[in-house]
């Protein structure tokens, strides 16, 4: 079991990791201008290859945690009974967290296909979310308030 949530801990991170960047690539693609051509397909192959990364990492993040939240004989069942409201409230960040990694994806679509309308600073403001979903989650799991 301590397999299963150390590796459940990386693929998280790694996660977060693309989806702290990732926003960041899109601040740079809202400053590109419109002349600039090299320089917006160099930002959105690497915007590609980092969401597709980025989804990689996401998968097995979210089976390691489902199976370690199942209840027995197919998982171990963390999260199940009385006083475990910290994972309910968690399994909603976690929702969350999923709904800003499409988000993400949807705004790639837009800046291939030269709709984005948004600025710059609104997406370095779109870029803190995930810092915060992190804060929550581990404050949930490790504090365990309710």
């Not at 679509?109 to 609104?122: A, D, I, K, L």
Request: charged share 10%; with cysteine; glycine share 6%.
């Amino acid at each position: 079991m301590l397999w299963v949530k150390s590796f459940h801990i990386v693929f998280i991170a790694s996660w977060f990791a693309g989806l702290f960047y990732l926003p960041r690539i899109f601040v740079n693609l809202a400053m590109v201008p419109p002349e600039s051509v090299a320089e917006r397909q160099r930002l959105l192959l690497m915007a590609r290859k980092l969401m597709r990364f980025t989804t990689l990492l996401a998968v097995p993040a979210l089976a390691l945690g489902l199976w370690m939240w199942l209840p027995a004989p197919v998982g171990w069942g963390f999260g199940w009974g009385p006083g475990n409201g910290w994972m309910h409230a968690k399994l909603l960040v976690v929702l969350l967290v999923i709904g800003y990694h499409h988000a993400c994806s949807v705004m790639l679509r837009q800046f291939e296909s030269g709709r984005n309308r948004r600025n710059h600073v609104w997406y370095r403001w779109f870029n803190e979310a995930p810092v915060i979903m992190l804060v929550v989650v581990v404050v949930l799991v490790v504090v365990k308030p309710f």
